[in-house]
């Protein structure tokens, strides 16, 4: 089971803590899960199968997801190319801004994901997020990052913003939007987005994001639910609802 869950979460690009905080229990003791020197509770498979995207069954079999089985995997490759495509997109317009890391990255990408999904009820890029101290953290993003720079498409650098050590990413190459189904209003909430948050540091948007509903509304590791964005108060809420009326 220990060579199993590790397959999952590298498949998944999924950190020893992020799977630890979903499972309510320390690091150390899901690491000794990963060793295979302690056993799963039902409750604790239960929720591993559920974040896999597996039936309990195919979990406790040890069963791979793989695309001719699952019926999602082509839509799945297809977000997962649309995310970097986006991604590219962001770091042409503000990656060069000095307050730009990847913490400031994940807050982006947060408020794009629930804004679009809040005013139209669809996703945009439809990433899961998960409730970190430091605010919505996209949990796909270390794996896309990390295919981007073995094909060439983005550079990590290391620097600093003050006396903070910070990560940054830029592109080695311009977005292709041809490749992906980016419609108008998608765009323009990307810029509205941009334009709104670009300059903000990364402190200044883990605090506002930490009032937001969708992410103060669960707790430490958890997967923040979209639908819960249709709970704003009006100092977040980006749709019009009295027209509606």
Do not use: C
Not at 175 to 202: C, R, W, Y
């Amino acid at each position: 089971m220990h060579n199993y869950l590790l397959r999952l979460r590298k498949s998944a690009g999924m950190s020893q803590d992020q799977v630890a905080q979903r499972l309510k229990i320390s690091r150390p003791t899901y690491l000794a899960v990963e060793k295979g020197s302690r056993e799963l509770k039902i409750s604790e498979s239960q929720e591993l199968a559920r974040m896999f995207d597996l039936s309990l069954e195919d979990f406790l079999a040890q069963k791979i997801p793989s695309e001719q089985k699952h019926s999602k995997g082509k839509g799945k490759k297809e977000q997962m190319q649309k995310f970097k495509e986006v991604l590219l997109y962001i770091l042409q317009k503000v990656g060069a801004r000095p307050n730009v890391g990847q913490t400031v990255l994940y807050k982006l990408l947060y408020f794009i994901d629930f804004d679009y999904y809040e005013k139209y009820e669809e996703k945009i890029l439809g990433l899961q997020y998960q409730r970190n101290h430091h605010g919505p953290t996209p949990i796909t993003f270390a794996k896309a990052v990390e295919e981007m720079k073995r094909d060439g498409d983005l550079e990590e650098v290391k620097s600093k913003f003050f006396s903070f050590d910070q990560k940054k990413y830029l592109p080695r190459r311009a977005p292709d939007f041809e490749k992906v189904n980016l419609s108008l209003p998608e765009k323009e909430m990307i810029d509205q987005v941009l334009q709104k948050h670009g300059d903000k540091t990364a402190t200044q948007l883990s605090d506002y994001s930490h009032k937001d509903i969708p992410w103060a509304s669960h707790e430490a590791g958890e997967i923040i639910d979209y639908d819960v964005v249709f709970y704003r108060d009006d100092s977040y809420s980006v749709r019009d609802y009295e027209d509606e009326l």
